[in-house]
């Protein structure tokens, strides 16, 4: 992997950010040539799109997210800066993704985008990210906006295997069962991947509306090729308040109302599942502790329902001991939180071996930290589930990934039925039955 370091961006960042009139779908702005290239993060409508690199930085090994946020961390410093519009997500900003795994070579990236587009509670605004000496023009949506294409549905895509056939991934289940009731781990979250493959390169546009439109309590993000839409907020900071949603313990829709309002309640009475969830919400409290100057974590979790599936919810809030710059930012928030035993296991260590040798495959940058980090230390980092990659090599192919929490009431076919559920929004989204 190639690090910039600060001094290898000699010029300073000149960032520009003006208010723009209502702009409509964000993720229709983004070009269609690029399907690596698109940034986004919305929910509800509002977030922000991105695209271009005015800086950009490529992590590996244990301290990437720690090094990433230094080096944006010193671009922010020396940057010039003119905000007219001054809400979360103007100014400089920066897209990140980081593997699951310290060891796994797809490392982590951090990219200060050259456009940005945002839109929060009303208003609009338009970023433009320069290096030079000076600043340019006042920035126009006209002329920063790619040539207008339309929206193209994705062609012919067809599902493929994955690392392991079903058989396979359920046979592997059942060892890692086997592993914790014999004491080695108290839960271990395995990971399933497929592949699709299409008749001509995906448009990362027509995913992001389809998947922004049908789960739209989500946080649907896109940053280096991986695009997806997560349920899970690993941490948001904001002016010095931290929150986070944590997920663990899921059961599938039936599609009828009456049956799911019964599977709902069939979920948050669940010993198994409310185990499972427990070790979550435990892991993550432990680890945002040091940070915290007050917290509150509720006893008792909800359930979240979603199109495809529901889960057991925790929503944790903080407000951060540090203040000014001596807070830590939100990238190093996520750094301090990753992994929590959502995506992992417990106790973390063992869990994380017992995922190597089990899954059969790198994960990549599937259930690592997702997200944007503002000069000022705010931003949101989700944990990157329900997602696909583009392929480095074609851009017709994508690999596609879910996850289940193991523990030793688990069950193999239920856990398979469980990460068929979870593919169902990427599948979806690609016209996939």
């Known amino acids: 992997m190639t690090e910039l370091a600060p001094s290898d961006v000699a010029d300073p960042l000149v960032v520009r950010t003006v208010a723009v009139p209502d702009v409509g779908p964000l993720a ?56 007219e519009v001054g809400v979360r997500g103007t100014g400089a ?31 609009s605004w338009l970023t433009t990210i320069e290096t030079g000496a000076r600043v340019g023009p006042r920035p126009s949506l006209a002329r920063e906006r790619s040539a207008a294409a339309p929206v193209r549905e994705p062609r012919g895509v067809r599902s493929l295997a994955g690392a392991l056939e079903p058989a396979a991934w359920r046979r592997a289940v059942a060892d890692v069962v086997a592993r914790i009731r014999a004491g080695e781990a108290a839960k271990v979250v395995l990971a399933r991947d497929s592949w699709a493959s299409a008749d001509e390169p995906v448009d990362v546009r027509s995913l992001l509306r389809r998947l922004a439109g049908d789960y739209d309590s989500c946080w649907t993000f896109a940053v280096d090729g991986l695009v997806g839409a997560t349920p899970e907020l690993l941490v948001r900071r904001e002016r010095g308040l931290v929150a986070s949603r944590v997920l663990a313990g899921t059961i599938r829709r039936t599609g009828d109302d009456d049956a799911d309002l019964a599977r709902a309640a069939t979920l948050a009475r669940s010993s198994k599942d409310l185990e499972e969830h427990e070790f979550a919400v435990s892991s993550l409290a432990a680890a945002l502790a040091p940070f915290a100057a007050t917290a509150n974590v509720p006893e008792v979790p909800s359930v979240l329902h979603l199109p495809n599936v529901m889960h057991l919810a925790t929503d944790v809030t903080a407000v951060l001991d540090e203040v000014g710059d001596e807070a830590p930012s939100s990238l190093a928030l996520a750094a301090a939180l990753h992994p929590t035993a959502a995506v992992c296991g417990t106790p973390t260590d ?20 997702v997200g944007w980090l503002g000069a000022d230390g705010d931003g949101e980092w989700g944990i990157a589930l329900r997602c696909a990659e583009v392929s480095t090599d074609d851009p017709r192919r994508l690999r596609l990934f879910a996850g289940c929490g193991i523990v030793a009431a688990s069950d193999p076919v239920a856990e398979l039925a469980e990460s068929e559920a979870k593919l169902v929004p990427v599948r979806s989204a690609l016209g996939i039955g």
Do not use: N
Not at 350 to 367: H, L, N, S, T
């Open 350 to 369: 063992v869990a994380a071996r017992i995922i190597a040798e089990a899954e059969g495959m790198d994960r990549g940058r599937y259930a690592g930290p």
């Open 93 to 123: 900003v920066a897209f990140g993704s980081f593997s699951f795994s310290p060891d796994s070579p797809a490392g982590g990236s951090l990219v200060v985008p050259r456009v940005v587009i945002g839109r929060r509670d009303g208003v």
């Open 28 to 83: 229709d702005l983004l070009p269609h040539d690029d399907p690596r290239g698109a940034m986004s993060w919305i929910r509800r409508g509002d977030g922000l799109v991105a695209w271009g690199e005015a800086a950009r930085t490529d992590v590996a090994g244990p301290d990437r997210m720690a090094r990433a946020d230094a080096w944006f961390a010193d671009l922010g410093r020396r940057a010039v800066v003119r905000d």
